[in-house]
């Protein structure tokens, strides 16, 4: 069983468009996680959830918009989509002090 | 705020050879956790290793072993035994560990390879 899953694993869209990635996990962890991968390869946080409640929400522009309807599963809705929007997102999910666990990654191209 | 620097940006070992990465951090914090994860070309994010800041005592895992340095701030990792599996970006990584749940704080990466 796949402990987080996302979907789709890759995403290309042209500019402007409005896409979602879902992030799913099986572990019933409390705690969930955007990060954003740029092509440079550098990892930061965007968004954590905890209890279906947003904790962090990093300076991320207001087009992406998170939502959790349960404590399982963490969605990225991004509107209106930009070129610097290119990269790798990924969804995490951990429980209290412990190591957090990825998701497989969405690698989302604008053209 | 936490910072997490590797200032190695690639690295090549000979298989079956001992290579260490290096990562400093900075913090004011007294309770946090360093981790080690590993992301080869499939992209997936996987732990290596992981260290409490209040164990003195070094993490080993396998052939993978840091030396933490906590009075320095520097947390390295050792891989013995290099293989090719190895090849891979590795992230050091840092987590406060005082509020429960909180978000990593990545170094930038240093890409490893090993070669045959």
């Known amino acids: 069983d796949t402990a987080v899953s996302q979907t789709p694993k890759y995403l290309v869209t042209q500019m402007g468009n409005d896409k979602s990635i879902k992030c799913e996990q099986n572990?019933?962890?409390?705690?969930m996680y955007w990060y954003k991968q740029d092509s440079k390869k550098f990892l930061k946080i965007m968004f954590s959830?905890?209890?279906?409640?947003?904790?962090i929400n990093e300076t991320v522009p207001n087009r992406f918009s998170p939502k959790s309807p349960d404590k399982a599963h963490l969605n990225l809705h991004i509107n209106s989509l930009e070129l610097g929007d290119s990269a790798v997102y990924f969804c995490a999910s951990s429980q209290a002090r412990y190591e957090q666990y990825f998701g497989p990654g969405t690698r989302l191209t604008v053209t | 705020a936490q910072t997490v620097t590797q200032s190695q940006p690639e690295m090549s070992v000979q298989e079956a050879e001992t290579v260490t990465l290096s990562c400093t951090y900075d913090t004011s914090e007294s309770n946090y956790y360093l981790f080690w994860y590993k992301q080869p070309p499939s992209r997936q994010m996987i732990l290596v290793i992981r260290?409490?800041?209040?164990?003195?005592q070094n993490a080993t895992e396998n052939r993978f072993s840091v030396n933490f340095q906590k009075a320095a701030k520097s947390f390295s990792l050792k891989i013995s035994d290099s293989q090719l599996g190895d090849t891979a970006m590795y992230f050091c990584a840092f987590m406060k560990g005082s509020s429960g749940n909180t978000p990593l704080v990545f170094g930038k990466g240093t890409r490893l390879s090993v070669i045959a």
């Open positions: 260290q409490e800041a209040y164990k003195q």
């Open positions: 572990l019933g962890h409390d705690t």
């Open positions: 959830y905890n209890n279906k409640e947003l904790i």
